[in-house]
């Protein structure tokens, strides 16, 4: 059989890979400590799961979706969430948007206003999800540096005026995957403003707004003025409560790409089973992941001050699960990652898996790690079986 041939102008699936390395590990016996996983393995609280059970007991739930947009109960919850949480009022009848995922949401969000020949701005390093699909919808995807000096924030004003002439559509991510790093309201009004002067739109995943340590915020795009008419921003409840296979999520803001996402939608899906939609807009409502991320702040402390133990300088990220770390001199990223893996059995993800922007650095995961004893032998077993040269 012949498959389509824009199969080939996309790369394997990252994440495919890794679990072909884990099972290969767990075939050798090896006690792998996986810090390259995005799946938390952190519980969801009981509290949601019952209330998934006693809305699964509803024979309504068993239908499709009752909404246009998703749920109504999920996005007046999802409303409540938002003003409560950022002080935003939302419309949950013109401006959020059910979604089954927020990988799904963005790829759809791309097919919904990239047409062939058009350009999308993605950060490098970044995630893969606007990048492939833009290639998949004939458009053309152009990278935009997230230099350290600027805490992982671009500089738009440096990204071509040919390049954003073409370009219809911008991606943002923050909290940061893979740096770690976090925006700033000053940070959001420059994007905002570059928006409104240039006609493209904002497609800012803030899939990690609650994984945050330290008393530390992270805030929305939305609570700019005017950001409402310009941008998109998509949350995830994956990381906020561990629900990564539930597969539940929003976008939130510009009624008129909220429309356009829908409208695609409409002919890709009917929606998420309504008992997931309605036991995740009560948790929204109802509960917290403080308990969570009281053990997730474990997690990143002891692996942040047990790699400067072996001569690293890292900073503690304020938010995110990621560690983003330079690698030793002498090292490549992909070199150093498969010496972490064959002689520490430690598995990580190179950064340019992320970009070509991403080389001389490895991403560390804190989701699904274990305890912070189990760090603490990977710290070990780095220092007994890997030379560090620092100099």
């Given at each position: 059989?012949?498959?389509?041939?824009?199969?080939?102008?996309?790369?394997?699936?990252?994440?495919?890979?890794?679990?072909?390395?884990?099972?290969?590990?767990?075939?050798?016996?090896?006690?792998?400590?996986?810090?390259?996983?995005?799946?938390?393995?952190?519980?969801?609280?009981?509290?949601?799961?019952?209330?998934?059970?006693?809305?699964?007991?509803?024979?309504?739930?068993?239908?499709?979706?009752?909404?246009?947009?998703?749920?109504?109960?999920?996005?007046?919850?999802?409303?409540?969430?938002?003003?409560?949480?950022?002080?935003?009022?939302?419309?949950?009848?013109?401006?959020?948007?059910?979604?089954?995922?927020?990988?799904?949401?963005?790829?759809?969000?791309?097919?919904?206003?990239?047409?062939?020949?058009?350009?999308?701005?993605?950060?490098?390093?970044?995630?893969?999800?606007?990048?492939?699909?833009?290639?998949?919808?004939?458009g053309v995807p152009h990278e935009f540096s997230l230099p350290a000096d600027r805490g992982y924030l671009p500089d738009l004003a440096a990204i071509s005026g040919?390049?954003?002439?073409?370009?219809?559509?911008?991606?943002?991510?923050?909290?940061?995957n893979p740096t770690g790093a976090v925006a700033t309201l000053d940070f959001f009004k420059q994007v905002v403003d570059f928006a409104r002067e240039t006609g493209?739109?904002?497609?800012?995943?803030?899939?990690?707004?609650?994984?945050?340590?330290?008393?530390?915020?992270?805030?929305?795009?939305?609570?700019?003025?005017?950001?409402?008419?310009?941008?998109?921003?998509?949350?995830?409840?994956?990381?906020?409560?561990n629900m990564g296979g539930w597969r539940i999520a929003f976008a939130a803001g510009s009624a008129d790409a909220i429309q356009a996402l829908n409208r695609l939608?409409?002919?890709?899906?009917?929606?998420?089973?309504?008992?997931?939609?309605?036991?995740?807009?009560?948790?929204?409502?109802?509960?917290?992941?403080?308990?969570?991320?009281?053990?997730?702040?474990?997690?990143?402390?002891?692996?942040?001050?047990?790699?400067?133990?072996?001569?690293?300088?890292?900073?503690?990220?304020?938010?995110?699960?990621?560690?983003?770390?330079?690698?030793?001199?002498?090292?490549?990223?992909?070199?150093?990652?498969?010496?972490?893996?064959?002689?520490?059995?430690?598995?990580?993800?190179?950064?340019?898996?992320?970009?070509?922007?991403?080389?001389?650095?490895?991403?560390?995961?804190?989701?699904?790690?274990?305890?912070?004893?189990?760090?603490?032998?990977?710290?070990?077993?780095?220092?007994?079986?890997?030379?560090?040269?620092?100099?």
């Open positions: 059989m012949q498959r389509a041939k824009r199969l080939s102008l996309i790369p394997p699936d990252l994440f495919g890979e890794i679990a072909r390395v884990k099972e290969f590990a767990a075939f050798q016996g090896q006690n792998l400590l996986d810090l390259a996983a995005e799946d938390s393995d952190l519980p969801i609280p009981q509290s949601i799961v019952s209330q998934l059970q006693a809305f699964a007991l509803d024979p309504s739930t068993h239908r499709y979706e009752a909404g246009r947009l998703g749920r109504p109960e999920f996005l007046r919850d999802v409303a409540a969430w938002f003003a409560s949480r950022f002080d935003v009022e939302l419309d949950p009848e013109t401006e959020i948007l059910e979604l089954i995922g927020a990988k799904e949401g963005l790829a759809h969000l791309v097919w919904a206003f990239i047409d062939p020949g058009d350009a999308a701005l993605v950060p490098d390093p970044g995630g893969a999800v606007v990048k492939t699909n833009t290639i998949l919808a004939g040919d390049i954003v002439s073409q370009a219809k559509l911008i991606y943002l991510n923050y909290p940061n493209i739109l904002v497609a800012h995943e803030c899939s990690y707004s609650e994984i945050a340590f330290d008393g530390y915020r992270p805030p929305s795009i939305l609570q700019i003025e005017g950001a409402r008419d310009v941008a998109v921003e998509i949350h995830s409840l994956s990381s906020m409560f939608k409409s002919h890709v899906d009917r929606g998420q089973f309504g008992a997931v939609a309605l036991a995740a807009g009560w948790a929204l409502t109802h509960e917290s992941n403080n308990t969570d991320l009281a053990v997730l702040q474990g997690r990143r402390n002891a692996l942040v001050d047990g790699l400067n133990g072996l001569g690293w300088n890292l900073d503690k990220p304020k938010a995110s699960p990621y560690v983003w770390a330079p690698v030793p001199p002498g090292f490549t990223a992909s070199s150093f990652s498969e010496v972490l893996l064959t002689r520490a059995a430690i598995l990580t993800i190179p950064g340019p898996a992320f970009g070509a922007g991403g080389e001389g650095f490895v991403r560390a995961s804190i989701s699904a790690t274990g305890n912070e004893k189990q760090i603490q032998d990977a710290i070990d077993r780095i220092a007994q079986n890997i030379s560090l040269n620092w100099q």
